[in-house]
């Protein structure tokens, strides 16, 4: 018989649970038509339903190739179960068990006998299973809801922090008091720092750290720091109310704000230490808002301090705030810096903050950003890598538009500092426009790919 793939979970929350599922392991090595092809890490989780009280388990799981029938496959698995001291005759349901092996999945098939069903029925709703299977096989659809293991995953972890739940901590020391706490349990938190008015765009940053941590945490903080004109400054739109309920919905475990004083008190006199930001601020936005980055990387490193997360997620829509913030990162030392694809609205306009601004004709207007940005993607898709090119197609779609250029550049992403002369390997193009009053910045890979296309 030609070997197949066989998922397994294993699970342990009495005796020595790690021996018991490293010898789990060991045994299966061991066994005949069975090959051992990775092992995920183990997981530490609750028991769920059976008796209240009994011990947290010890999760993981398996992928295995073996030539066995399903049955006789399942039947080594239970018989690894009793050697191992389990008694399935004698055990409270859901109790404490030394061994627990689950068969996920054998091969493709399905099956819905009295002794096997396959894919294992409850494997969707357990996160317990579902989060080490995510460290193995993080896009192997499922079969009964037709979404990723990540994904599945990210839904549970949402779902387990029911909305409403969000607490909101009305000061950074507040912060950094549940901060700590939530680490010494063990947590490990995801960080999102934003300036509110929130939309899908930092939704899908909060989205994403709770597919990778164990809670995400949000700031809202509208930094003076980082503003180079005072009016930006008075019109940015606050909304705290209506960001703390989307961030409820959206699993957000907590938001916190703040002043000025109350985020540097050292600096009672309100002259804040200016942080360098490094060479990623140089030109572009750098040149245009003096001290604009030197702001965002004082005040990334205070909430950095303040939250200690294990990553902090930012927006590839302010890409060369992303390459500031992890320069300050790895200066730093921590935290792991995940930078998260553009929100669009339908039409292509990236979402902002500010979009709420515009009036009707000026977000018409406005979708000239993304369109000269796609125009120039289509271009570099044509074979045409030459800068200056690229950068007259993007100067001719933004003047056809009669939005107020700032710069509509192309840079090679790895040489970023320079303006680049000879035909490009690799290409971003980047521009800022004003559109009316409002000042907006869009970005794009010119090698990259439109979302849900193939290359
Ligand atoms: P802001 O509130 O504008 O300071 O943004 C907070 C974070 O959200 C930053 O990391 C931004 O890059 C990110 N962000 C803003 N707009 C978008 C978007 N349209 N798509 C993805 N991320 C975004």
Same mark, same amino acid.
């Given at each position: 018989?030609?070997?197949?793939?066989?998922?397994?979970?294993?699970?342990?929350?009495?005796?020595?649970?790690?021996?018991?599922?490293?010898?789990?392991?060991?045994?299966?090595?061991?066994?005949?038509?069975?090959?051992?092809?990775?092992?995920?890490?183990?997981?530490?989780?609750?028991?769920?339903?059976?008796?209240?009280?009994?011990?947290?388990?010890?999760?993981? =799981?398996?992928?295995?190739? /073996? /030539?066995?029938?399903?049955? #006789?496959?399942?039947?080594?698995?239970?018989?690894?179960?009793?050697?191992?001291?389990?008694?399935?005759?004698?055990?409270?349901?859901?109790?404490?068990?030394?061994?627990?092996?689950?068969? !996920?999945?054998?091969?493709?098939?399905?099956?819905?006998?009295?002794?096997?069903?396959?894919?294992?029925?409850?494997?969707?709703?357990?996160?317990?299973?579902?989060?080490?299977? =995510?460290?193995?096989?993080?896009?192997?659809?499922?079969?009964?809801?037709?979404?990723?293991?990540?994904?599945?995953?990210?839904?549970?972890?949402? @779902?387990?922090?029911?909305?409403?739940?969000?607490?909101?901590?009305?000061?950074?020391?507040?912060?950094?008091?549940?901060?700590?706490?939530?680490?010494?349990?063990?947590?490990?938190?995801?960080?999102?720092? #934003?300036?509110?008015?929130?939309?899908?765009?930092?939704?899908?940053?909060?989205?994403?750290?709770?597919?990778?941590?164990?809670?995400? =945490?949000?700031?809202?903080?509208?930094?003076?720091?980082?503003?180079?004109?005072?009016?930006?400054?008075?019109?940015?739109?606050?909304?705290?109310?209506?960001?703390?309920?989307?961030?409820?919905?959206?699993?957000?475990?907590?938001?916190?704000?703040?002043?000025?004083?109350?985020?540097?008190?050292?600096?009672?006199?309100?002259?804040?230490?200016?942080?360098?930001?490094?060479?990623?601020?140089?030109?572009?936005?750098? @040149?245009?808002?003096?001290?604009?980055?030197?702001?965002?990387?004082?005040?990334?490193?205070?909430?950095?301090?303040?939250?200690?997360?294990?990553?902090?997620?930012?927006?590839?829509?302010?890409?060369?705030?992303?390459?500031?913030?992890?320069?300050?990162?790895?200066?730093?030392?921590?935290?792991?810096?995940?930078? =998260?694809? #553009?929100?669009?609205?339908?039409?292509?306009?990236?979402?902002?903050?500010?979009?709420?601004?515009?009036?009707?004709?000026?977000?018409?207007?406005?979708?000239?950003?993304?369109?000269?940005?796609?125009?120039?993607?289509?271009?570099?898709?044509?074979?045409?890598?030459?800068?200056?090119?690229?950068?007259?197609?993007?100067?001719?779609?933004?003047?056809?538009?009669?939005?107020?250029?700032?710069?509509?550049?192309?840079?090679?992403?790895?040489?970023?500092?320079?303006?680049?002369?000879?035909? !490009?390997?690799?290409?971003?193009?980047?521009?800022?426009?004003?559109?009316?009053?409002?000042?907006?910045?869009?970005?794009?890979?010119?090698?990259?790919?439109?979302?849900?296309? #193939?290359?």
């Amino acid at each position: 018989m030609k070997p197949v793939s066989a998922w397994v979970a294993l699970g342990s929350n009495l005796g020595d649970r790690r021996a018991n599922l490293e010898g789990a392991v060991e045994a299966l090595r061991n066994a005949d038509e069975v090959e051992i092809l990775r092992v995920s890490p183990w997981f530490e989780t609750r028991a769920e339903g059976g008796p209240s009280g009994q011990p947290d388990y010890l999760n993981g =799981c398996l992928e295995a190739s /073996t /030539t066995l029938a399903p049955h #006789t496959f399942l039947w080594l698995l239970q018989r690894l179960e009793s050697q191992f001291g389990r008694d399935r005759g004698r055990e409270v349901r859901n109790g404490p068990r030394p061994l627990d092996l689950d068969l !996920l999945f054998y091969d493709e098939l399905e099956l819905a006998g009295p002794e096997l069903v396959l894919p294992h029925p409850r494997l969707e709703e357990r996160l317990f299973v579902l989060e080490p299977l =995510c460290t193995l096989a993080p896009e192997l659809v499922l079969p009964r809801s037709g979404r990723r293991v990540r994904e599945r995953v990210a839904e549970l972890r949402a @779902a387990r922090r029911a909305p409403g739940t969000l607490v909101r901590c009305a000061d950074p020391e507040a912060a950094r008091r549940w901060c700590e706490a939530r680490r010494a349990e063990g947590a490990r938190i995801g960080f999102v720092p #934003t300036m509110g008015a929130l939309h899908e765009g930092h939704l899908g940053l909060v989205r994403a750290a709770l597919a990778e941590n164990d809670l995400a =945490c949000v700031s809202v903080f509208v930094n003076p720091l980082q503003f180079d004109d005072p009016r930006d400054f008075a019109h940015y739109p606050r909304q705290l109310d209506r960001d703390a309920h989307l961030l409820a919905s959206a699993g957000c475990s907590m938001l916190f704000t703040g002043t000025l004083a109350e985020f540097f008190p050292e600096s009672a006199d309100g002259s804040v230490p200016r942080r360098d930001p490094g060479p990623a601020a140089e030109g572009l936005e750098g @040149a245009l808002r003096p001290g604009h980055f030197a702001g965002v990387a004082t005040i990334c490193a205070r909430l950095f301090e303040l939250v200690r997360p294990a990553r902090a997620y930012f927006g590839e829509k302010d890409f060369q705030q992303c390459l500031v913030v992890q320069h300050l990162a790895g200066a730093l030392g921590f935290p792991g810096i995940v930078v =998260c694809p #553009t929100a669009r609205e339908e039409g292509g306009l990236a979402r902002s903050s500010r979009n709420q601004l515009l009036a009707p004709a000026e977000r018409e207007q406005a979708r000239a950003l993304s369109q000269a940005l796609f125009a120039a993607r289509a271009a570099w898709r044509e074979g045409e890598r030459d800068p200056a090119r690229l950068e007259a197609l993007l100067a001719a779609e933004l003047g056809r538009a009669g939005v107020a250029v700032e710069y509509a550049e192309v840079r090679d992403p790895e040489r970023f500092g320079e303006r680049p002369r000879g035909p !490009l390997a690799r290409a971003r193009a980047l521009i800022a426009a004003r559109v009316g009053r409002v000042r907006l910045i869009d970005n794009l890979d010119l090698a990259g790919v439109e979302p849900g296309a #193939t290359r």
